[in-house]
T-cell receptor, first 114, second 115 residues
Framework: ELKVEQNPLFLSMQEGKNYTIYCNYSTTSDRLYWYRQDPGKSLESLFV?????AVKQEGRLMASLDTKARLSTLHITAAVHDLSATYFCAVVPAGGTSYGKLTFGQGTILTVHP | KAGVTQTPRYLIKTRGQQVTLSCSPI?????VSWYQQTPGQGLQFLFEYFSETQRNKGNFPGRFSGRQFSNSRSEMNVSTLELGDSALYLC??????????????FGPGTRLTVL
């Protein structure tokens, strides 16, 4: 069974600092997604990573995928308060009938302080 | 382009009752997936429908069921509600049937409270 683990689960950052959220998964996959969720809201798609070595950047967020290590990272540069949210990674396992099923990590609650 | 819509947004039910939630996917999307989100268990996959057929199912009891209509709208039903069914139920739609491109777009969710 596919397991997806994120760390840290809680992250308190100062504005202007850099940090990385890690997403490890247990079986072969070549599809990984990052989502953002604000309190009481739905999931907003941030990045879709489709191959080994994929790197995508949007503003202060950069995501990468290493399929050999079964690891994705979400790097935050010069954090600002607006980035405070919960971040989820989600994985689709390679092969098999995984139609429509994303397996999510536990989520990382990010709080950015002035 | 309109996003995924879910109705109702909030529901309060009592134990033993049943409930039906509705999801309208993005126009042109034919795959609809349902997830349950709770503080304890996180986001868990319930089931997925494509062209009115359930193609995938998560580890939930038979009290949880769903269906999809010819216009791709989907409903999920929970019978004999339990306190533990209190959750945010999220619906997501995607464009194709090919699992190699199944980026999902989520609706706002239905917040179900069971008393």
């Amino acid at each position: 069974e596919l397991k997806v683990e994120q760390n840290p689960l809680f992250l308190s950052m100062q504005e202007g600092k850099n940090y990385t959220i890690y997403c490890n998964y247990s079986t072969t996959s070549d599809r990984l997604y990052w989502y953002r969720q604000d309190p009481g809201k739905s999931l907003e798609s941030l990045f879709v990573l489709l191959s080994n070595g994929a790197v995508k950047q949007e503003g202060r967020l950069m995501a990468s995928l290493d399929t050999k290590a079964r690891l994705s990272t979400l790097h935050i540069t010069a954090a600002v308060h607006d980035l405070s949210a919960t971040y989820f990674c989600a994985v689709v396992p390679a092969g098999g009938t995984s139609y429509g099923k994303l397996t999510f990590g536990q989520g990382t609650i990010l709080t950015v302080h002035p | 382009k309109a996003g995924v819509t879910q109705t109702p947004r909030y529901l309060i039910k009592t134990r033993g009752q049943q409930v039906t939630l509705s999801c309208s996917p993005i126009s042109g999307h034919r795959s609809v997936s349902w997830y349950q989100q709770t503080p304890g268990q996180g986001l868990q996959f319930l089931f997925e429908y494509f062209s009115e057929t359930q193609r995938n199912k998560g580890n939930f009891p038979g009290r949880f069921s769903g269906r999809q209509f010819s216009n791709s709208r989907s409903e999920m039903n929970v019978s004999t509600l339990e306190l533990g069914d209190s959750a945010l139920y999220l619906c997501a739609s995607s464009l194709t049937s090919n699992r190699y491109y199944n980026e999902q777009f989520f609706g706002p969710g239905t917040r179900l409270t069971v008393l």
